[in-house]
T-cell receptor
Framework: AQSVAQPEDQVNVAEGNPLTVKCTYS??????LFWYVQYPNRGLQFLLK??????LVKGSYGFEAEFNKSQTSFHLKKPSALVSDSALYFC?????????????FGQGTTLQVKP | NAGVTQTPKFQVLKTGQSMTLQCAQD?????MSWYRQDPGMGLRLIHY???????DQGEVPNGYNVSRSTTEDFPLRLLSAAPSQTSVYFC??????????????FGPGTRLTVL
């Protein structure tokens, strides 16, 4: 069965420092992977996705993610964090064998960026 | 485009009451889905639809019904509300076509409390 794990409930980083939010997945075959962000009292917003090709994917707001097939990981990164990046981040996987578009989400990681 | 809209934003029900959460999208998306978000559990798929007249169950369908009579609307019905259904509910939609993978767009959510 497909699954996604975000091993950290919370990540704390100082403004200006690089940030990493971790995600690992379990799915048969080559996965489709997504990152979403949720600001307080809002819906989820799409950040980026990996379908195929270059392992480094660039997305919105300066975020990027690196797909690592051998480690079954898709960590979200940003070179220099902003206070406004503080939010809840979700990793999600879609089974490429499914034509239904169903996503399986991780439990979420709260990113706290301090001034 | 208004994107994905959900009504109501907040709702309080008593145990045993029924209600319908409304979801509409104006992007002509084929795929629509309902999730519930609970602390520490990420988003869990309740029901989804790949087009008008076609619906299927997700991870946690018990206690919920859906229908998809039009492309635009995808209401979620709680038949007899239970305290375990206290949650934040999100509707999402995306394009769906063979060979392409599209991100999902989320509504702002409905916060439901069942007493």
């Amino acid at each position: 069965a497909q699954s996604v794990a975000q091993p950290e409930d919370q990540v704390n980083v100082a403004e200006g420092n690089p940030l990493t939010v971790k995600c690992t997945y379990s799915v048969s075959g080559n996965p489709y992977l997504f990152w979403y962000v949720q600001y307080p009292n809002r819906g989820l917003q799409f950040l980026l996705k990996y379908i195929t090709g270059d392992n480094l994917v660039k997305g919105s707001y300066g975020f990027e993610a690196e797909f690592n097939k051998s480690q079954t990981s898709f960590h979200l990164k940003k070179p220099s964090a902003l206070v406004s990046d503080s939010a809840l981040y979700f990793c999600a996987v879609r089974d490429p064998a499914s034509n239904t578009g169903k996503l399986i989400f991780g439990q979420g990681t709260t990113l706290q960026v301090k001034p | 485009n208004a994107g994905v809209t959900q009504t109501p934003k907040f709702q309080v029900l008593k145990t045993g009451q029924s209600m319908t959460l409304q979801c509409a999208q104006d992007m002509n998306h084929e795929y629509m889905s309902w999730y519930r978000q609970d602390p520490g559990m990420g988003l869990r798929l309740i029901h989804y639809s790949v087009g008008a007249g076609i619906t299927d169950q997700g991870e946690v369908p018990n206690g919920y019904n859906v229908s998809r009579s039009t492309t635009e609307d995808f209401p979620l019905r709680l038949l007899s509300a239970a305290p375990s259904q206290t949650s934040v509910y999100f509707c999402a939609s995306s394009r769906s076509s063979s060979g392409r993978v599209y991100e999902q767009f989320f509504g702002p959510g409905t916060r439901l409390t069942v007493l």
